[in-house]
Protein backbone atom coordinates (compact mmCIF):
# COMPACT_ATOMS: atom_id res chain seq x y z
CA UNK A 1 0.00 0.00 0.00
CA UNK A 2 1.11 3.59 -0.74
CA UNK A 3 1.01 6.64 0.80
CA UNK A 4 -0.24 8.76 -1.28
CA UNK A 5 -3.47 8.72 -3.12
CA UNK A 6 -3.81 11.93 -5.10
CA UNK A 7 -7.01 12.38 -3.90
CA UNK A 8 -5.94 16.09 -2.24
CA UNK A 9 -3.90 17.13 -5.53
CA UNK A 10 -6.84 19.78 -6.40
CA UNK A 11 -6.62 21.45 -3.15
CA UNK A 12 -9.40 19.25 -1.37
CA UNK A 13 -9.81 16.67 1.50
CA UNK A 14 -11.71 14.41 3.69
CA UNK A 15 -13.38 15.50 6.92
CA UNK A 16 -14.38 12.25 9.11
CA UNK A 17 -17.89 12.58 7.31
CA UNK A 18 -16.15 11.85 3.99
CA UNK A 19 -17.38 15.22 3.01
CA UNK A 20 -15.25 16.72 0.64
CA UNK A 21 -13.69 20.38 1.99
CA UNK A 22 -10.73 22.63 0.75
CA UNK A 23 -8.10 22.39 2.44
CA UNK A 24 -8.16 26.09 3.68
CA UNK A 25 -11.24 25.32 5.21
CA UNK A 26 -11.46 26.41 8.91
CA UNK A 27 -12.04 23.07 10.16
CA UNK A 28 -8.76 21.85 8.18
CA UNK A 29 -6.63 24.82 9.40
CA UNK A 30 -7.79 24.11 12.98
CA UNK A 31 -6.96 20.48 13.03
CA UNK A 32 -4.16 21.06 11.17
CA UNK A 33 -2.85 23.48 13.24
CA UNK A 34 -3.28 21.10 16.33
CA UNK A 35 -1.15 18.64 14.41
CA UNK A 36 1.88 20.94 14.01
CA UNK A 37 1.20 21.38 18.17
CA UNK A 38 1.52 18.04 18.51
CA UNK A 39 4.48 17.54 16.38
CA UNK A 40 6.28 20.30 18.20
CA UNK A 41 5.61 18.25 21.56
CA UNK A 42 6.89 15.28 19.98
CA UNK A 43 10.51 17.33 19.13
CA UNK A 44 10.75 18.17 22.74
CA UNK A 45 10.16 14.17 24.00
CA UNK A 46 12.58 12.94 25.80
CA UNK A 47 13.26 16.20 27.65
CA UNK A 48 15.38 14.22 30.23
CA UNK A 49 12.83 14.01 32.64
CA UNK A 50 10.16 11.16 32.79
CA UNK A 51 7.04 13.14 34.94
CA UNK A 52 7.41 15.53 32.45
CA UNK A 53 7.70 13.00 29.06
CA UNK A 54 4.74 11.15 30.57
CA UNK A 55 2.60 13.74 30.78
CA UNK A 56 3.86 15.09 27.31
CA UNK A 57 2.92 11.80 25.57
CA UNK A 58 -0.47 11.58 27.23
CA UNK A 59 -1.00 15.05 25.65
CA UNK A 60 -0.01 14.02 22.68
CA UNK A 61 -2.83 11.26 23.09
CA UNK A 62 -5.09 14.11 23.88
CA UNK A 63 -4.21 16.03 20.89
CA UNK A 64 -4.95 13.35 19.00
CA UNK A 65 -8.53 13.38 20.18
CA UNK A 66 -8.74 17.45 19.43
CA UNK A 67 -7.88 16.56 15.80
CA UNK A 68 -10.18 13.85 15.49
CA UNK A 69 -13.38 16.07 17.67
CA UNK A 70 -12.42 19.24 14.76
CA UNK A 71 -11.84 16.99 11.32
CA UNK A 72 -16.09 15.92 12.01
CA UNK A 73 -18.41 17.99 11.82
CA UNK A 74 -21.53 15.63 12.83
CA UNK A 75 -19.78 13.33 15.11
CA UNK A 76 -22.20 10.39 16.38
CA UNK A 77 -21.86 8.67 20.03
CA UNK A 78 -18.87 6.42 19.21
CA UNK A 79 -16.93 9.35 17.18
CA UNK A 80 -13.64 10.60 19.86
CA UNK A 81 -14.49 13.87 21.21
CA UNK A 82 -12.54 16.31 24.27
CA UNK A 83 -14.17 15.76 27.33
CA UNK A 84 -13.91 17.98 30.66
CA UNK A 85 -11.97 15.23 31.79
CA UNK A 86 -9.02 15.86 29.28
CA UNK A 87 -9.01 19.16 30.71
CA UNK A 88 -9.30 18.42 34.44
CA UNK A 89 -6.40 16.04 33.47
CA UNK A 90 -4.12 19.24 32.31
CA UNK A 91 -5.46 21.31 35.02
CA UNK A 92 -3.88 18.81 37.28
CA UNK A 93 -0.78 18.56 35.46
CA UNK A 94 -0.57 22.06 35.55
CA UNK A 95 -0.67 22.15 39.34
CA UNK A 96 1.42 19.47 40.09
CA UNK A 97 4.36 21.43 38.42
CA UNK A 98 3.54 25.22 40.22
CA UNK A 99 4.36 23.44 43.41
CA UNK A 100 8.09 23.04 42.64
CA UNK A 101 7.92 26.24 40.36
CA UNK A 102 8.51 29.74 42.32
CA UNK A 103 5.29 31.99 41.80
CA UNK A 104 5.67 33.66 38.38
CA UNK A 105 6.26 37.55 38.82
CA UNK A 106 6.80 38.81 35.33
CA UNK A 107 6.56 38.48 32.25
CA UNK A 108 9.28 35.71 30.87
CA UNK A 109 10.98 35.49 27.64
CA UNK A 110 10.57 32.14 25.85
CA UNK A 111 13.27 29.97 25.78
CA UNK A 112 15.97 28.88 28.02
CA UNK A 113 17.84 25.30 27.70
CA UNK A 114 16.88 23.22 24.43
CA UNK A 115 13.72 21.53 25.72
CA UNK A 116 12.85 24.61 27.62
CA UNK A 117 12.45 26.86 24.30
CA UNK A 118 11.15 23.82 22.23
CA UNK A 119 8.33 23.72 25.18
CA UNK A 120 7.79 27.36 24.65
CA UNK A 121 7.61 26.84 21.00
CA UNK A 122 5.17 24.39 21.07
CA UNK A 123 3.00 26.73 23.44
CA UNK A 124 2.73 29.09 20.94
CA UNK A 125 1.71 27.39 18.33
CA UNK A 126 -1.16 25.52 20.96
CA UNK A 127 -2.14 29.83 21.03
CA UNK A 128 -2.52 29.40 17.43
CA UNK A 129 -4.35 26.77 17.28
CA UNK A 130 -6.89 27.87 19.59
CA UNK A 131 -7.27 30.82 17.42
CA UNK A 132 -8.31 28.89 14.75
CA UNK A 133 -10.64 26.89 17.12
CA UNK A 134 -12.19 29.81 17.75
CA UNK A 135 -12.13 31.24 13.97
CA UNK A 136 -13.69 27.56 13.44
CA UNK A 137 -16.44 28.31 16.10
CA UNK A 138 -17.13 31.55 14.77
CA UNK A 139 -18.54 29.84 11.53
CA UNK A 140 -19.82 26.30 12.84
CA UNK A 141 -20.55 24.33 15.86
CA UNK A 142 -17.45 23.40 17.78
CA UNK A 143 -17.05 20.85 20.85
CA UNK A 144 -16.37 24.47 23.33
CA UNK A 145 -14.57 22.00 25.40
CA UNK A 146 -11.85 21.08 22.51
CA UNK A 147 -11.35 25.09 22.71
CA UNK A 148 -10.85 24.90 26.52
CA UNK A 149 -8.14 22.15 26.16
CA UNK A 150 -5.77 23.74 23.94
CA UNK A 151 -6.65 26.78 26.20
CA UNK A 152 -5.51 25.31 29.06
CA UNK A 153 -2.43 22.90 26.96
CA UNK A 154 -1.09 26.36 26.21
CA UNK A 155 -0.50 27.00 30.00
CA UNK A 156 0.48 23.58 30.34
CA UNK A 157 2.86 24.05 27.98
CA UNK A 158 4.07 27.28 29.34
CA UNK A 159 4.41 25.67 33.04
CA UNK A 160 6.19 22.23 31.84
CA UNK A 161 8.74 25.16 30.04
CA UNK A 162 9.82 26.82 33.14
CA UNK A 163 9.64 23.45 34.70
CA UNK A 164 12.32 21.56 32.63
CA UNK A 165 14.16 24.84 32.64
CA UNK A 166 14.57 25.37 36.07
CA UNK A 167 15.63 21.36 36.65
CA UNK A 168 18.10 22.31 33.58
CA UNK A 169 19.54 25.17 35.98
CA UNK A 170 18.88 27.82 32.93
CA UNK A 171 17.52 31.13 34.82
CA UNK A 172 14.29 32.98 33.54
CA UNK A 173 14.84 35.84 31.79
CA UNK A 174 11.91 38.89 31.71
CA UNK A 175 11.41 41.30 28.89
CA UNK A 176 13.22 44.68 29.51
CA UNK A 177 11.07 46.86 27.78
CA UNK A 178 13.29 49.10 26.34
Keep these: MTIYTG ?23 AYGTVDEANALVGS ?78 ARAVTRRAERRAVALADEEPVNAEAIRYLNRLSDALFVFARLVNKRDGVPEESPTYD
Design 7 to 29: RGDEGKTDLRDMSRVSKTNARIE
Design 44 to 121: VRPTGYDDVDEKLERIQNHLHVVQADFANPDPDEDAPVVRADHVEQVEAYIDEADEELEPLRSFVLPGGGDAGAKLHH
